[in-house]
């Protein structure tokens, strides 16, 4: 994840998957997870995040999801 400073109050979030990732399910796979997780996680206002998504979160469980995103939110990755 990347973070950028935009206008203040208001927060935004760009997904970036590659057709490396897979087919086109797969992509869009990827993306409606990330999208279920960020909206149960608290996001900094005015703040624009970048998430770079791979053939992992597909795949991968629900709760392992959710800790990848909390652990780069806490982490200061952003």
């Given at each position: 994840?990347?973070?950028?400073?935009?206008?203040?109050?208001?927060?935004?979030?760009?997904?970036?998957?590659?057709?490396?990732?897979?087919?086109?399910?797969?992509?869009?796979?990827?993306?409606?997870?990330?999208?279920?997780?960020?909206?149960?996680?608290?996001?900094?206002p005015g703040t624009d995040?970048?998430?770079?998504?791979?053939?992992?979160?597909?795949?991968?469980?629900?709760?392992?999801?959710?800790?990848?995103?909390?652990?780069?939110?806490?982490?200061?990755?952003?």
């Amino acid at each position: 994840m990347v973070k950028c400073s935009g206008e203040p109050g208001v927060t935004r979030v760009g997904l970036v998957i590659s057709k490396g990732t897979g087919n086109a399910v797969t992509r869009n796979r990827v993306k409606r997870r990330l999208r279920h997780c960020l909206r149960a996680v608290q996001l900094k206002p005015g703040t624009d995040y970048v998430i770079i998504g791979t053939s992992q979160v597909a795949d991968a469980p629900h709760p392992t999801l959710m800790g990848w995103i909390e652990r780069a939110l806490e982490d200061g990755n952003v």
